[in-house]
């Protein structure tokens, strides 16, 4: 089935991984293995959880103006769009944290759907609602990301599930992923080949 739409990560896919997690949940007072950080955060009282948004806030402000690309994302989302292929983002960081990042490098993304959302991923209604937005089938749609959860969100929704393995950890997540790549322009040659 050809492919009519491709959803990506932002931090590690788009652009080159920035987060050091570890350090963010020692700033927040959690123990380094506490899990995925927003998932920590729900646990905790508002005061709390206020100054965890606010260390949170500040390195995701210090990830956009420090964001480098991924090499080949430019040409390829070009190519994606000349080819008539609608671009998605789903992240688990801020819309306008998203939005900042395609003003910065001069890229249009046509939805973007963020934490503020409904369900972050894994959870699939990230990609359903880019979906439904689009008006594509879930098997018509690519979701490319670097991490595990990414994988797992596109497989729940019945998406093609893309590793982009630019990480130490890849080799854990690969058996979530239709298929690995390791430049994201490889993408593609997988969309060409689902024509």
């Given at each position: 089935?050809?492919i009519k739409?491709?959803i990506?990560?932002?931090?590690?896919?788009i652009?080159?991984?920035?987060?050091?997690?570890?350090?963010i949940?020692?700033e927040?007072?959690?123990?380094?293995?506490?899990?995925?950080v927003l998932?920590s955060?729900d646990?905790?009282?508002?005061?709390?959880?206020?100054?965890?948004?606010?260390?949170?806030?500040?390195?995701e402000?210090?990830?956009?103006v420090?964001?480098?690309l991924?090499?080949?994302?430019?040409?390829?989302?070009s190519?994606l769009?000349?080819?008539?292929i609608?671009i998605?983002?789903?992240?688990?960081?801020?819309?306008?944290?998203?939005?900042?990042?395609?003003?910065?490098h001069?890229l249009k993304?046509?939805?973007?759907?963020?934490?503020?959302?409904g369900?972050?991923k894994p959870d699939?209604?990230g990609?359903?609602?880019i979906?439904?937005?689009?008006?594509v089938?879930?098997?018509?749609t690519m979701?490319v990301?670097?991490y595990?959860f990414?994988?797992?969100?596109?497989?729940?929704?019945?998406a093609?599930?893309?590793l982009?393995a630019?990480?130490?950890?890849?080799?854990?997540f690969a058996?979530?992923a239709?298929?690995?790549?390791?430049?994201?322009?490889?993408?593609?040659?997988?969309?060409?080949?689902?024509?």
């Amino acid at each position: 089935m050809p492919i009519k739409a491709v959803i990506f990560d932002l931090d590690g896919t788009i652009t080159q991984p920035f987060f050091d997690f570890d350090a963010i949940r020692g700033e927040m007072g959690l123990a380094r293995n506490s899990g995925p950080v927003l998932e920590s955060m729900d646990k905790m009282t508002p005061h709390q959880r206020r100054r965890a948004e606010e260390i949170l806030h500040f390195h995701e402000q210090r990830a956009v103006v420090q964001s480098t690309l991924n090499a080949g994302t430019k040409p390829t989302l070009s190519a994606l769009r000349n080819a008539g292929i609608y671009i998605g983002i789903l992240t688990r960081n801020r819309r306008s944290n998203a939005q900042a990042i395609a003003r910065k490098h001069r890229l249009k993304f046509d939805a973007i759907v963020d934490r503020e959302d409904g369900p972050v991923k894994p959870d699939a209604f990230g990609v359903l609602r880019i979906c439904r937005q689009f008006g594509v089938a879930p098997e018509e749609t690519m979701v490319v990301g670097d991490y595990l959860f990414d994988l797992l969100c596109a497989k729940s929704a019945g998406a093609v599930a893309v590793l982009l393995a630019n990480n130490e950890q890849a080799d854990k997540f690969a058996e979530h992923a239709d298929f690995v790549i390791e430049n994201i322009a490889q993408i593609l040659q997988i969309v060409d080949d689902k024509k």
